[in-house]
């Protein structure tokens, strides 16, 4: 059986992004049933409506790459308690001009770590939101808000607390027969 494809949108452009670390480890849990193609978000221009006759390159290959994956996997942070807005951005781009939404049925996850407390509960409820009216098949159980702390991360880049590896493993185990059931119905 070939392999899932995966595009993966990390919502912090931070290079040492703890979010970009959790993808990275999540990619590890998965190596050998799916593919991560990280979307590209950072270069991206301020979505803009006057652009939709004229659509700009990096949006075309965002919406390719959404388009060419089987599944969308959002790892973000959160920002004022909302969606980073370069994650925003590259969702109205993506979706856009409207009747062009690459978006449109694909099963998707959402996931995020935070040094706060809450982690990021707050931007997932509203990145939860905009991805349903975007007809996203949003994974619903289980919730993943982690919260940041030393040592989470073993040098390696996997997770080294054996029941956040073994908790995210559950969650990676799900999001594969969410998008299974999806592809084969």
Do not use: C
Request: hydrophobic letters at 40%; aromatic letters at 10%; zero cysteines.
């Amino acid at each position: 059986m070939s392999k899932i494809k995966i595009a993966v949108f990390v919502g912090s452009l931070r290079k040492e992004s703890y979010n970009l670390q959790l993808a990275k480890a999540l990619e590890a849990l998965l190596a050998d049933r799916a593919t991560f193609d990280y979307v590209e978000i950072g270069d991206l221009p301020h979505y803009n409506q006057d652009n939709d006759s004229d659509f700009p390159p990096q949006g075309t290959r965002l919406k390719e790459q959404v388009r060419a994956a089987d599944a969308l996997l959002f790892v973000t942070p959160e920002y004022n308690r909302s969606i980073p807005g370069v994650l925003k951005n590259a969702i109205d781009t993506g979706s856009r001009p409207y009747g062009d939404s690459a978006f449109a049925g694909k099963p998707g996850a959402v996931l995020g770590i935070s040094p706060g407390a809450v982690g990021t509960a707050l931007a997932q409820k509203q990145l939860r939101s905009v991805l349903a009216y975007l007809d996203v098949h949003v994974l619903g159980q289980p919730e993943v808000y982690l919260q940041y702390k030393d040592g989470l991360f073993g040098s390696d880049g996997t997770i080294a607390n054996e029941r956040t590896r073994a908790f995210l493993q559950g969650f990676v185990d799900k999001f594969v027969a969410w998008i299974e059931y999806h592809q084969h119905g």
